[in-house]
């Protein structure tokens, strides 16, 4: 075994991995969701956002790759993690522990398997189009993929839309704890920082559940309207 994959796996290793990979994920899902938004400016903007990432695809897949890959060590790092401080500690430590830490801490590989869940039904309805064949091949005016209509439509469906909500809500969760513990496992957190840190981590886990849970919730509501396919 080399050396650099010693340190890799190392304790120390692991958690940078599961921090530099952290990064990633969180970069991925605020473009993400910002490009989602964009939904609210009506069918022309998204459509045409979809026709400008569908026009690069080697970056496009490039992306969709180094995600993919970072997704993997990021789960592989935090499960690795947490069966090693599960054989570390003594039974009565690990149940003090429990008291003092958070909820969103102690549930960081069973949300993270949850959401791994739900991003295989995300490429399968939204990217593939395997569940809902029907909306995804529409076509607008233009001739382009009217990904407006599609998203719309997906969501007003109760179950649907319900799914989408849930998850947002575990990935905000998730990211409850997960965005400060970057910074801690970085290194870039001082004592008197790290309340600031877990503040700012918490905030801006809070306004990605909303904006991405706005969309769903706008659906249902009949607050944006598919331009042809409606239910």
């Known amino acids: 075994m080399s050396d650099n994959w010693r340190g890799l796996s190392s304790t120390v290793g692991t958690k940078f991995l599961v921090a530099l990979t952290g990064v990633m994920l ?46 993997i060590i990021h789960i592989w790092g935090i499960s690795r993690l947490w069966l090693r401080n599960q054989e570390a500690r003594p039974e009565s430590y690990a149940l003090k522990r429990a008291v003092a830490s958070t909820f969103s801490s102690r549930t960081m590989v069973l949300s993270g398997a949850t959401l791994l869940a739900f991003i295989v039904y995300h490429l399968l309805h939204f990217t593939i189009g395997a569940t809902n064949p029907e909306q995804f091949h529409l076509i607008d005016e233009l001739g382009r993929h009217d990904v407006y209509s599609m998203t719309i439509l997906g969501f007003q ?27 801690h496992s970085m290194g870039w957190s001082r004592p008197k920082t790290a309340p600031l840190i877990d503040l700012a981590g918490r905030l801006v886990a809070l306004l990605l559940v909303i904006g991405n849970i706005s969309i769903p919730i706008s659906a249902l509501l009949g607050w944006i309207e598919p331009t042809q396919g409606a239910l």
Do not use: C, D
């Not at 490009?35 to 459509?47: D, H, R, S």
């Not at 989408?164 to 704890?177: D, E, F, N, S, V």
């Open 26 to 71: 969180v970069a991925f899902v605020i473009g993400h969701m910002l490009g989602n938004l964009q939904i609210y400016l009506g069918p022309e903007a998204i459509n045409s956002y979809a026709v400008f990432l569908k026009s690069k695809p080697g970056l496009l897949w490039g992306a969709r790759l180094g995600l993919l890959a970072a997704l």
């Open 157 to 183: 469906q109760p179950l649907v839309a319900l799914s989408y909500i849930l998850a947002m809500g575990i990935l905000g969760l998730h990211l409850t704890h997960g965005i400060a513990s970057i910074f």
